[in-house]
Every structure is written in C-alpha cells, then in structure tokens.
C-alpha cells in the first residue's frame, strides 16, 4: 500500500529545508542562507509514532521576477497535487508577508488538509508572534523552530491525525503486481497499452489506492494473473504532465511501494541518462524485483556487436542491478513483448523464494573454505550460522562473531555464492550480521 504524502510547502527562506531535515533525521535537503536556494522538490521516507510517509520538501513560492519562481511555483502546486497533508511553512521573525498571502491564496483551492506552522520561534518570548498569521485564514498556527527542534512534535501529530484510512491491499497473494517506471518519454505508455493489447485477456481497469492512478488486471496465456499499476494516472494524464522529469519521481514511488516487480524502461535511441540511475536506485532500495527493459529497440541499426555492447553499457551504469535481466523490445512493432510476462513471473519467483537453513549453510560454509573470511588486528570473523528470515527481497542473517568485521566486500561475495547456488533472477538479496549470544 503507498504510503501517506506531506507536502512541505512555502515562500523562500522560512526554513522548509531545515525542517525537512529534522523530521527525516538527515541532512538530506541544501540549507544554505539565501533566498530561493532549494530549487528541486526533495522526497524522503518519515515516520512518526509508528505511522510512516513520503515527505517533499518544495522550492518557495514567491511574486515577482526572481530567477526560478515559475518553475518553483510549478513545483510546489505539483507537491500539494500529490500530498495527503500540506504543511505551509512561514516566519515568526516577519510578520506576514505578501508573498505568504499568495501561498494562502493558492492554499485555498486545494482540498487537502493544511496546517499553518510559524517557523524560528526559537523561545517562549517570540510566541506572541504567531497570532498575526491568525489573518491567513488557515487556522491555528503552530509555532515551531526548525533548527532547536522546537514544535515539531505537535506538529506531526496534527498531520498524521490527517492522513487517509489505511485500506488492505486488494489482491490476492498469488497476483503480481508490476509497475513501469523511467523518465519522461522513454515510452512507458506506448508499453503500457502495447503490453495490454499483447494480453488479450484484460479483466478490468479499477481505481488504484494510488492517487489517480488505475490497476489493469490480466491474465497470461499460462493462466497467471498480472496486475499492471499505472504510474499513478500515465494513461490519464498524458504527455503534458510527464514532460518535466522532476514531476515524475513522486509517481515512481508510489508505484514502487505497491508493486512486487519493477519495470526500468530505457530508451535505445537516446541511451543511458543520471535520471534513469536515479529511478531505478529507488526501486532497487525498495527491495523490489527489476527488470531492465530497453524500449525503441527496432529504431537501432544493428550489427553482431549492438546488443553486447548495450549490454555493457548498462551493465557498467547499473553495477548494483548486475542481478537484472534486460529485455530489448519495441512497444512499435512489439517485438519480444510476449516475453515480457514470463520474465516478470520469473522475477516474481525470485523474490519469494526460500532456502532451507541447512542447504543455505552448506553454501555459506564451502564459500567460507574458498575464501576464509578477513581478519582485524590478528582476530578472524566467524561464521557460525545462517537462515533466511524474510522474503521480498529475500533477506539473510549470518550469526557472526563480530559483526563489524563483515566488510562489505566480503557480504558481496557471499552473496554472489548465494546467487551461484540459487536462482535469484532479478532480486536484490540482504545479508545482515548479527553477533550470535
């Protein structure tokens, strides 16, 4: 199920950034003294008595000629879009400016909950300073200071006390759900529609949980049944929504987080791009299955080497999805798409497969003979046990003496004897050290 969005929005300079990193407990936002300097909306994963979200911290919103202020206002009306809750960020150390009477006023369409925080009342003297922004018409402010920490507390608690009821994922176990994920104009959609004309057995289009997006259930010709999650409405809104690239992270993610497999669709005509890395890191994060699918493949002329040589190119720009299988189709002529829901079902298999403790530790234990285990100022690492404690993404706990010593160079390398010993196609695979009592 997608989890919960909050939208951090406000004029230059009140402080979102800052704020932004203490509820995610990074520093993950550029805090910098000067007006305007957060430019790109920034996502991170929070979590708050028990409850976890997607927060966005937004560029401001501001009047006037200033270089970015467009697209920054662009941004900002896209995160409240997509949020669930709104917090509008101002400064207690200004009274209220015109700049934060048009932010209100652009609050005031949306129909998503807003809770009104005045940031920088760094002590109890400055709470008087709150009531003026009683005139924004928004409610009760909450003081707030993002630098001391001051506030937040309350804060997050009226903005999960906003968030949707949680709903129970609609599908059976032995669905899969699959998403297709990748920069604008890659050609998701021209797949999307190319892959449910291939499956001709199409069972319904329903709304998603996804905000705006429809689930396309269908059925191979093995019988399998496939859920395809729209990128939260890419069929609906079309070429015009998904132009920018900034706009279309906070899509991914949200497929992501309901999908078990993952498509990364490149395009073959423009090659490899650092926004192609980025989505498929989020997926690779999220535990998901990937599958690396290279679309436009018919437009290429081609001779013996072509496909060997993307497939180093790739190879060298993914290093950390060497476990993906890539597919080369073309949603134009549908080229290979047939074998797309084999691949999928595969990867699906992958992800859920579980290895008895015993075979597992044969494994760990001839891997440990080829390769003794590194040493520390005259100590060695230990093995003594291993078992596999989850599944999607299959996850491994290796009982050690010290779990410090297991560098990572040495986990890779158990885990690619693992990948020898097991058919692990497409997933990422944890190993965690954990010190045996």
Do not use: C
Not at 114 to 128: F, G, Q, S, T, Y
């Amino acid at each position: 199920m997608a989890k919960p969005v909050i939208a951090i929005v406000g004029r230059p300079n009140v402080g979102k950034s800052t704020i932004f990193n203490r509820i995610v407990g990074e520093r993950i936002s550029i805090v910098e003294d000067v007006s305007g300097v957060t430019r790109d909306r920034i996502y991170a994963d929070g979590e708050w008595l028990g409850k976890e979200f997607n927060i966005i911290d937004t560029g401001g919103i501001d009047i006037g000629d200033e270089p970015f202020l467009e697209q920054i206002k662009q941004q900002a009306e896209i995160a409240m879009d997509e949020a669930d809750v709104i917090i509008f960020i101002t400064s207690g150390r200004e009274s209220v400016t015109d700049a934060d009477e048009n932010v209100a006023k652009m609050l005031y369409r949306t129909k998503k909950p807003v809770l009104l925080a005045v940031n920088k009342i760094d002590n109890p003297e400055m709470r008087n300073d709150v009531f003026d922004f009683y005139s924004l018409g928004l409610g009760e402010p909450y003081p707030i200071s993002g630098s001391h920490g001051l506030g937040l507390g309350d804060l997050l608690d009226a903005a999960i006390g906003h968030f949707p009821e949680e709903t129970e994922e609609e599908y059976d176990d032995s669905v899969i759900k699959f998403s297709l994920i990748g920069r604008p104009n890659v050609g998701k959609s021209s797949l999307v529609n190319a892959i449910l004309g291939e499956e001709r057995v199409i069972v319904s289009d329903i709304a998603g949980t996804t905000r705006d997006a429809i689930d396309t259930e269908f059925v191979s010709a093995d019988g399998t049944e496939f859920v395809m999650i729209d990128t939260a409405g890419m069929r609906k809104r079309g070429k015009v929504y998904e132009t920018t690239e900034k706009y279309s992270v906070l899509r991914a993610l949200r497929a992501i987080e309901r999908s078990d497999v993952v498509l990364v669709v490149l395009d073959a005509e423009t090659g490899i791009r650092e926004q192609d890395k980025k989505v498929a890191g989020y997926a690779h994060e999220a535990g998901r299955g990937i599958i690396i699918v290279v679309n436009k493949w018919d437009t290429l002329e081609k001779d013996n080497s072509t496909m060997k040589k993307f497939e180093e190119d790739i190879r060298e720009s993914f290093a950390y999805l060497s476990y993906a299988p890539i597919v080369y189709v073309s949603a134009k002529t549908k080229q290979r798409l047939n074998t797309l829901p084999d691949v999928i079902q595969r990867v699906s298999m992958s992800q859920n497969l579980r290895i008895q403790s015993a075979v597992l530790n044969d494994v760990i234990m001839d891997a440990v003979a080829m390769n003794p285990t590194p040493t520390d100022k005259g100590k060695r690492l230990k093995i003594y046990y291993a078992t596999q404690v989850a599944i999607k993404p299959p996850t491994f706990v290796i009982f050690v003496n010290e779990p410090e010593m297991l560098h990572f160079s040495y986990s890779r390398f158990l885990e690619n004897r693992i990948r020898d010993a097991f058919t692990f196609e497409g997933t990422p695979i944890r190993i965690i050290a954990r010190q045996r009592k």
